[in-house]
């Protein structure tokens, strides 16, 4: 491992532009020219044109361009085009030190530049002896401006550290320190810990939780194209057994072992040592896998849904059963968080995944649980759920972890679905019952107190058919319905709307009515006609007469509501008829008056564009005819 400077990829990072700021005659240009000319001349301009130094003027062959600011009418214009700024201040001028705090930091912030920011001491030959440090005088602004990467002084007219400084700033933006170490914890930022304990999993060829000294050497060429010497390996694993003696196992390096190292590497300055592996095993600078490689292949249309393949549920099946340690059907929250602890973060712990599966009574995910996750996260975000399946340990592509189904118009017109995976829009007016049927779905208990949703909520579960299949309920809160349905294809993506009433209360069925409607006129109108179910909840209450709601059902061509009682536990089957009526998309579909009289129209146009073929047939067949006859009676003649 003592080849670990081997050249690094700077990843997407072609060219670097650094942007130089500060006072007037704290020696940004004579800086500049410093660098470009390795010297300075005696009479030095106001400002100076943009600056390209070399492609091979540092090792990691990366070009840099240079923008003076001595001029301000640009100056808020190029920093924020700058991928890094240095900001001068002049060691002789102690003011311009306190201009750094005063204003040019909180100025680079209310631009919101968020870039790395180097502070440079430039004229280092003027400063009178003092015995204060560069540490002393700027630990407190490091620690109020965490933007600053690191501070450096400097002197043009003696040529001291002129490089350093532009190699600072470059590495800065190619090998930057934010995204890998906490500076006021001193330790690993828990993303770079999760992704360099996923490499270690991944090296760890026989599975024995070290790397021996061949996966070591196996690690090193595939990162850095060198082979480790024996004695190098005993070398690295002295270090590390010296400082922590866990590090080390009889059988080689342990992850404790490997993370040391990589905070050992960063704490010396060597942070294109930890990146280099990162970007080899595909990380990005936001240390997450780069887009190229979780991205979803295929195309899709609006009506199409994206579902996990055999191929990709057995391998999570095993990821279920290798984190079940307690093995009692359930994964835990230590044993979730555990699972994911190769990923950047668990996927899961925001909505709209958070709680939409059923968990046991101490908060465990069973398996259907855990596959139903799964499923809704792949139909909401398939390249998401590629990812962390990769994350995982997966090692197909998206073409063998996903496959995208048949469309859903063409699911009519064949009379039948082929999906596994069916989402159902949850409509309703507030207070009729929506949230209690997730509940009830999700096998939580009912809730006397009333909370209302405010935003759209997700529920999946595995529903016992034929076959299994998961069912997932997106319930979508009133006031949401009219901006949905204000989009063409908005219910592109429901296999099922169900339309969810307080059977007591009589405004609630004509509120339910009227969205039935809206939503039956937005698929006429769109193409994206969809079952519709009507469930009359609170059963247990005092119904509303149901004579009406039936008539209304008849009208447009779908069944009766469907009783049911969340508080009483009587359910009705409701899970398995939303099934029921997904897997047969031509049935259930509802039709308003309006769409009624289009398509009456449509049947009497195109019985009246028969009419008249047969009659224009008709006609050609008689002149035929007649032609025929004329011509027998001439030649008779």
């Known amino acids: 491992m003592a080849n670990y400077s081997g050249k690094s990829s700077s990843a997407e990072k072609t060219e670097v532009r650094l942007v130089v700021a500060g006072d007037p005659g704290t020696g940004?240009?004579?800086?500049?020219?410093?660098?470009?000319?390795?010297?300075?001349?005696?009479?030095?301009?106001?400002?100076?044109?943009?600056?390209?130094?070399?492609?091979?003027?540092?090792?990691?062959?990366?070009?840099?361009?240079?923008?003076?600011?001595?001029?301000?009418?640009?100056?808020?214009?190029?920093?924020?085009?700058?991928?890094?700024?240095?900001?001068?201040?002049?060691?002789?001028?102690?003011?311009?030190?306190?201009?750094?705090?005063?204003?040019?930091?909180?100025?680079?912030?209310?631009?919101?530049?968020?870039?790395?920011?180097?502070?440079?001491?430039?004229?280092?030959?003027?400063?009178?002896?003092?015995?204060?440090?560069?540490?002393?005088?700027?630990?407190?602004?490091?620690?109020?401006?965490?933007?600053?990467?690191?501070?450096?002084?400097?002197?043009?007219?003696?040529?001291?550290?002129?490089?350093?400084?532009?190699?600072?700033?470059?590495?800065?933006?190619?090998?930057?320190?934010?995204?890998?170490?906490?500076?006021?914890?001193?330790?690993?930022?828990?993303?770079?810990?999760?992704?360099?304990?996923?490499?270690?999993?991944?090296?760890?060829?026989?599975?024995?939780?070290?790397?021996?000294?061949?996966?070591?050497?196996?690690?090193?060429?595939?990162?850095?194209?060198?082979?480790?010497?024996?004695?190098?390996?005993?070398?690295?694993?002295?270090?590390?057994?010296?400082?922590?003696?866990?590090?080390?196992?009889?059988?080689?390096?342990?992850?404790?072992?490997?993370?040391?190292l990589h905070a050992l590497f960063i704490e010396k300055g060597r942070l294109e040592t930890t990146w280099t592996v990162l970007r080899k095993f595909g990380y990005d600078n936001e240390i997450k896998l780069r887009d190229d490689l979780v991205s979803v292949s295929f195309k899709r249309a609006?009506?199409?849904?994206?579902?996990?393949?055999?191929?990709?549920?057995?391998?999570?099946?095993?990821?279920?059963?290798?984190?079940?340690?307690?093995?009692?059907g359930a994964l835990r929250p230590a044993e979730l968080d555990d699972l994911f602890s190769t990923a950047p973060e668990s996927p899961w712990n925001e909505s709209p995944y958070k709680d939409a599966a059923e968990t046991t009574v101490v908060g465990g995910l069973s398996l259907d649980g855990f596959l139903s996750k799964w499923s809704l996260m792949t139909l909401l975000e398939p390249a998401k759920s590629l990812a962390n399946l990769i994350y995982l340990g997966y090692t197909g592509d998206s073409a063998s972890a996903l496959r995208l189904t048949r469309r859903r118009k063409l699911d009519r017109k064949k009379q039948q679905s082929e999906r596994n995976v069916f989402q159902c829009f949850v409509f309703g007016p507030t207070k009729a019952g929506k949230s209690a049927l997730l509940n009830s779905f999700l096998g939580r208990p009912f809730a006397e107190s009333y909370s209302p949703t405010t935003t759209q909520r997700f529920a999946a579960n595995v529903v016992e058919q034929v076959g299994r299949t998961t069912l997932i309920l997106r319930e979508i809160p009133e006031d949401e319905v009219k901006p949905l349905l204000s989009s063409k294809e908005s219910l592109s993506a429901c296999d099922v709307a169900v339309f969810v009433h307080d059977s007591s209360d009589e405004q609630s069925w004509k509120r339910a009515k009227e969205m039935l409607i809206d939503v039956a006129s937005n698929g006429e109108a769109s193409?994206?006609?969809?079952?519709?179910?009507?469930?009359?909840?609170?059963?247990?209450?005092?119904?509303?007469?149901?004579?009406?709601?039936?008539?209304?059902?008849?009208?447009?061509?779908?069944?009766?509501?469907?009783?049911?009682?969340?508080?009483?536990?009587?359910?009705?089957?409701?899970?398995?008829?939303?099934?029921?009526?997904?897997?047969?998309?031509?049935?259930?579909?509802?039709?308003?008056?309006?769409?009624?009289?289009?398509?009456?129209?449509?049947?009497?146009?195109?019985?009246?564009?028969?009419?008249?073929?047969?009659?224009?047939?008709?006609?050609?067949?008689?002149?035929?005819?007649?032609?025929?006859?004329?011509?027998?009676?001439?030649?008779?003649?």
């Open 302 to 328: 609006p009506d199409q849904s994206v579902e996990l393949t055999n191929e990709a549920i057995e391998f999570l099946k095993g990821i279920f059963c290798l984190f079940d340690l307690d093995g009692d």
């Open 28 to 260: 940004k240009t004579s800086l500049i020219l410093a660098v470009q000319n390795d010297s300075v001349p005696q009479q030095v301009v106001s400002v100076l044109p943009t600056t390209r130094l070399p492609d091979d003027f540092y090792p990691d062959r990366v070009p840099v361009t240079i923008v003076d600011t001595s001029s301000r009418n640009k100056l808020a214009q190029e920093l924020k085009l700058a991928d890094a700024v240095v900001l001068t201040y002049a060691c002789d001028q102690p003011e311009t030190l306190d201009r750094l705090t005063t204003f040019w930091l909180p100025e680079l912030r209310k631009l919101e530049v968020r870039v790395p920011v180097i502070v440079v001491g430039c004229k280092l030959d003027a400063r009178e002896d003092t015995q204060v440090s560069l540490e002393q005088v700027m630990s407190p602004i490091m620690q109020k401006f965490r933007e600053i990467e690191t501070c450096i002084e400097c002197s043009a007219r003696n040529m001291i550290q002129i490089p350093e400084v532009f190699y600072y700033a470059q590495k800065a933006v190619v090998h930057p320190t934010g995204p890998l170490f906490d500076q006021e914890t001193q330790s690993l930022k828990p993303r770079c810990v999760r992704a360099l304990k996923r490499i270690f999993i991944i090296c760890d060829q026989d599975r024995d939780g070290t790397l021996s000294d061949a996966e070591l050497n196996d690690f090193q060429v595939k990162c850095f194209n060198a082979p480790l010497q024996p004695a190098e390996i005993v070398g690295v694993k002295k270090v590390v057994q010296e400082k922590m003696s866990e590090g080390v196992s009889d059988r080689g390096l342990t992850l404790t072992g490997f993370l040391f």
């Open 527 to 637: 193409g994206f006609e969809v079952p519709c179910l009507i469930v009359a909840a609170k059963e247990d209450l005092d119904s509303y007469p149901t004579a009406i709601q039936d008539s209304v059902c008849r009208d447009m061509g779908i069944e009766a509501p469907i009783p049911i009682s969340n508080k009483m536990a009587d359910l009705n089957n409701v899970f398995s008829k939303i099934i029921n009526a997904a897997e047969r998309p031509h049935l259930s579909i509802p039709e308003t008056e309006a769409g009624r009289s289009r398509k009456q129209y449509r049947h009497l146009v195109n019985r009246s564009l028969m009419f008249v073929s047969v009659g224009a047939a008709v006609a050609v067949v008689g002149l035929a005819a007649y032609r025929v006859y004329a011509a027998r009676k001439s030649s008779s003649s």
